[in-house]
């Protein structure tokens, strides 16, 4: 299995609903990263977990609320967004954390989750 | 400057051309560079990753890296329809937390 699943794939919400975005991956890989991509841009790191640990937030406000339940599972809870939050949030994998080896350092992207925020 | 520069494109060349991408990067301390393909609507896919001085090929696709240069390029021999996409240079910084930065991409157009 060498494939990284997001849910949902298209969210609408309203700037007082809590939600949630669910990314899980079987590949053994133990570093899961969010990126925030909008229109014709580069994705944007939000959060790195490493080893099931937060290991790098990019000064994220804390209406996006990260969590990584086991090795496999990563989650993305939302509150109070905003209309400028609107974007692909893309969950990618790899098989180690920052610091350690090219090769270990592959992202593997799922297909990411359209969030638009009304 | 930015940290992964790329120039944005878009880039056109005829079917069974060579295209050629480039990306300069900032910290010299960089020690992996990838370059991702990315489909409209699509979510980024590697194409190859190089870390040592020199070319790495990979059938179509050559990836060259110049350390002293801060630079590094991919080559896509027999340019395809199918090739346009937009690529995205990436690199892992060796500081800061080893975070990947991504380029700004580079579009590219296969003509047929």
């Known amino acids: 299995d060498t494939e990284v699943t997001q849910t949902p794939k298209h969210l609408v919400m309203g700037m007082t609903n809590k939600k949630s975005l669910k990314c899980e991956q079987h590949?053994?890989?133990?570093?899961m990263y969010w990126y925030k991509q909008k229109a014709k841009k580069p994705p944007e790191l939000m959060f790195v977990?490493?080893?099931?640990?937060?290991?790098i937030n990019e000064s994220v406000p804390s209406r996006f609320s990260p969590e990584c339940p086991n090795s496999s599972l990563l989650n993305l809870h939302l509150h109070a967004l905003q209309p400028e939050d609107s974007a692909l949030y893309l969950c990618a994998s790899s098989q180690r954390g920052p610091g350690q080896g090219a090769g270990a350092n592959v992202l593997t992207f799922g297909a990411g989750s359209r969030l638009t925020v009304l | 400057q930015k940290e992964v520069e790329q120039n944005s494109g878009p880039l056109s060349v005829p079917e069974g051309a060579i295209a050629s991408l480039n990306c300069t990067y900032s910290?010299?301390?960089?020690?992996?560079f990838f370059w991702y393909r990315q489909y409209s609507g699509k979510s980024p896919e590697l194409i190859m990753f190089i870390y040592s001085n020199g070319d790495k090929e990979d059938g179509r696709f050559t990836a060259q890296l110049n350390k002293a240069s801060q630079y590094v390029s991919l080559l896509i021999r027999d340019s395809q329809p199918s090739d346009s996409a937009t690529y995205l240079c990436a690199v892992r910084r060796n500081t800061g937390g080893f975070k990947t930065i991504f380029g700004a991409g580079t579009r590219l157009f296969v003509k047929a």
């Open positions: 590949m053994g890989h133990r570093a």
């Open positions: 977990y490493s080893y099931e640990k937060l290991s």
């Open positions: 910290d010299r301390g960089s020690q992996s």
